[in-house]
């Protein structure tokens, strides 16, 4: 049946009956208030997959800490993440994540689907390259190619730890500044 179909692409029964209904994408605010997914509140939609998945800005209720949770996701993909944290990589560092991955903050089961919700991060790497577009060849061609090292060393960690990127794309790498300068993450893994 349809139900059974959209549970297994990961696609929220209530979402895509809003959309046939003409209501479109999933409110921020219920009939009971504010939408919230664990310990996060739903503020706005950021973006939306191709598998029917949304991330959204969310705000943790106690803190006030903005993060972005994605839901509805693959039960295998929190499974991903909750493994990458753990790993020996993350931990030798003290750190919560392997660097150049998003930090996974919390992850569970709302509204009839799984959800997780990381580190906030910023813009995809389109806009790097929009941002060059005027810079001189040999400035360009060099920006690019410190991004490409930085990128294969985050794949060579994502495949040192078992896992593949299926989907290496220009809106799959985020850039999150730092004191440091800005530095790309891989998401969509």
């Known amino acids: 049946d ?13 979402i895509f009956a809003a959309k046939l209904a003409g209501k479109g994408d999933a409110p921020a605010s219920g009939a009971d208030g504010p ?4 310990n996060y509140a739903v503020l706005r939609e950021l973006g939306r997959g191709m598998g029917g ?9 106690k803190t006030s800490e903005r ?8 039960h295998d993909e929190v499974v991903v993440m909750r493994d990458l944290r753990q790993r020996p990589l993350a931990a030798a560092e003290g ?4 660097h150049g991955l998003p930090t996974l903050l919390a992850s569970g089961t709302e509204r ?3 959800y997780f919700a990381t580190e906030l991060l910023g813009p995809n790497l ?10 001189p060849l040999l400035d360009r061609w060099g920006a690019i190619r410190v991004i490409g090292v930085m990128l294969l060393r985050r794949l060579r960690l994502l495949h040192d730890c078992g896992y593949v990127h299926g989907d290496m794309a220009p809106h799959n790498v985020l850039i999150r500044r730092t004191d440091g300068g800005h ?3 891989l998401i969509d893994f």
């Not at 993060?67 to 693959?74: F, G, H, L, M, Q």
């Open 2 to 14: 349809v139900y059974r179909l959209l549970e297994m692409l990961g696609v929220s029964h209530r």
């Open 35 to 38: 939408v919230t997914l664990g």
């Open 53 to 61: 998945c949304a991330v959204y800005l969310g705000e943790h209720l």
């Open 67 to 74: 993060v972005a949770v994605k839901w509805p996701v693959d």
């Open 95 to 98: 750190q919560k994540a392997v």
């Open 112 to 114: 009839g689907g799984h």
């Open 126 to 135: 389109s806009t790097v390259f929009q941002a060059l577009f005027d810079r």
């Open 183 to 185: 530095l790309p993450y």
